[in-house]
């Protein structure tokens, strides 16, 4: 007795939960059937793991002799718990958040992707988490049937949701630092002292251009022009004003009483 248990334990450490076989049907039951996957202990398919659909008789689905593909569901001492519906590559017990996971686009929506990783239902990509930079439609980036590493970001088993990120498993893009204003440097004066700053220049706003000879001379030629007839203007004031004094001198004679 001892010796079947040590030999069923060393033949089942050969299969994992999960791994795909394939079998020979040996005998069925009401219960379900006995499958020869080629280990030291049978596996066992019950009747509800023939098929997705309900089975009322087990030979409605399988006959002895049959080959069938089934895959592991638990591994025991004395028989290997089998399934002929295969499992979910993701289990919702499985799902982490932070974890990677590998899928393929099923669908594209004009607020993001579905993308199949294997689980009970495909996970959404928010067209914000598809990648670094902006994206107006899914469709700029992803196609149908591309296959596409994500970070799970948030699980929901009631709801049944599960919420991925494209971007979050992709090496975020360097930044460009912003280059500093390089100041001038100051002269170094004697004992590494640094020596005072040259005097700032003013800048008293756009320079006046230099007037040229013959503007020069125009301006010269119109200030002694403007000379002459200022000299004219008072010269003429001076004659006026000494005609007139001759004028009131004169008849101030006439008027005079003669003794």
């Not at 659909?53 to 049959?66: F, K, S, W, Y």
């Not at 089934?70 to 919702?92: C, F």
């Not at 440097?185 to 006046?208: I, L, M």
């Not at 000379?227 to 004028?247: F, L, T, V, W, Y």
């Amino acid at each position: 007795m001892d010796t079947m248990i040590d030999a069923a334990q060393e033949g089942a450490v050969k299969v994992k939960v999960k791994s795909h076989l394939q079998g020979i049907i040996t005998k069925t039951t009401l219960a379900g059937a006995i499958v020869d996957v080629g280990q030291n202990v049978p596996g066992v398919v019950h009747i509800s793991q023939l098929r997705a659909e309900p089975v009322n008789r087990v030979e409605d689905v399988v006959q002895a002799g049959q080959t069938v593909n089934v895959w592991v569901r638990r591994v025991r001492d004395d028989r290997i718990e089998l399934t002929m519906i295969e499992p979910l590559a993701m289990e919702w017990r499985e799902l982490k958040p932070e974890m990677i996971v590998k899928g393929k686009v099923a669908r594209l929506e004009s607020y993001g992707a579905f993308v199949d990783i294997g689980a009970e239902r495909p996970g959404l990509v928010h067209v914000s988490e598809i990648t670094h930079g902006y994206v107006k439609t899914p469709g700029e980036i992803l196609h149908e049937g591309d296959v596409v590493e994500a970070m799970v970001l948030e699980v929901n088993r009631r709801k049944k949701q599960i919420r991925l990120s494209i971007k979050a498993a992709q090496p975020k893009p360097e930044e460009v630092p912003v280059e500093a204003k390089t100041e001038p440097k100051r002269r170094r004066g004697k004992k590494g002292k640094s020596a005072r700053p040259e005097a700032e220049v003013v800048d008293s706003g756009p320079s006046t251009p230099e007037p040229t000879v013959m503007e020069i001379a125009w301006q010269e030629a119109m200030q002694r022009a403007e000379g002459k007839r200022a000299a004219k203007i008072k010269k003429n004031k001076m004659s006026s004003s000494r005609e007139q004094d001759d004028i009131l001198n004169r008849t101030l004679v006439n008027r005079l009483p003669t003794g």
